[in-house]
């Protein structure tokens, strides 16, 4: 693609700046080019976050119900596999999945809630709790 044809599609990146790609300059060289943006890739990147916020969506309806503990819901905001979330936290997988029960969560002393806070950004109280209610704005990068 030349430098004259880098797609500027405003998308995900809107009033951030720019990403910068690759294309062929005027004397047939490879150089970098701002582009604000490609179409196909926003539509894929749309998709990715609907995906992302129906999962946090559901985890969130989870918890409100009493099937999951807030870890689920934090777990899924932030996008976290439970072996990432272990690694995370410095615990073994079966720990975290154990933790994800409202019963066993809700035993859980002070340093170990303490730990979740640190890796999910929030008080102990916050993750302690859902909030009331959720919208995919929520999360969405925009």
Known sequence: ???????????MIGDYGHEVCYAVDGNGRY?????????AKNIVNDQAWATIAAETAKAHRLVKSGELSPIAYYQARHQMDVGLLASYVGMAR???KRHRRPKVFARLPERILRRYATVFKVSVAEVQTVPDSFTPEQIRPR
């Not at 030349?2 to 500027?8: G, T």
């Not at 150089?31 to 179409?39: K, N, Q, R, V, Y």
Request: glycine content about 8%.
């Open 1 to 11: 693609m030349k430098v004259e044809e880098v797609p500027q599609d405003n998308g």
């Open 31 to 39: 150089t970098l080019a701002p582009s604000l943006g490609w179409e």
């Open 94 to 96: 079966w720990r975290v």
